[in-house]
């Protein structure tokens, strides 16, 4: 089989959102055409995705996530126009991003979640 060489590949990103409960993390990728070309890998902290799409664009998302996954109850959803990947976190908690970021990042991610949540406790005080 022949394949392109990593530097002839159209390599492009994609938009992408994301969203959460207290037990699940939904993350959107927007891509359109991409139904006979597109997987997705997980394991408890690993999420890989690579899409090809409209011909010969390529998007990959490789994501070290923010915590463990249950990847035997997550999913994923393919439509004509988005691929739609729910993952089920193995502890019900907060993220504050869909992927584990460096450590200096992690702490102002944390101190910024933190502040947020006891805003949120002293609005509900009120």
């Known amino acids: ?14 938009r992408h959102v994301w969203h959460q ?22 394991n408890s902290t690993l999420l890989n995705v690579p899409i090809v799409f409209e011909g010969e664009k390529e998007y990959h998302q490789n994501v070290k996530v923010w915590s463990a996954i249950d990847v035997k109850q997550g999913y994923t959803i393919m439509t004509a126009t988005k ?4 993952m089920r976190k193995a502890k ?4 504050a991003s869909p992927e584990l970021p460096t450590t200096k990042q992690q702490e102002k ?7 947020q949540i006891k805003g949120s406790k002293s609005n509900s005080e009120r």
């Open 1 to 14: 089989i022949w394949t392109k060489k990593e530097a002839e590949k159209n390599v492009v990103p994609c």
């Open 21 to 42: 409960t207290g037990d699940e993390v939904t993350i959107s990728v927007y891509a359109k055409h991409s139904l006979s070309r597109a997987g997705v890998e997980a």
């Open 83 to 86: 691929i739609e990947i729910t």
């Open 92 to 95: 019900a908690m907060q993220w």
């Open 109 to 115: 991610q944390k101190k910024i979640l933190d502040h």
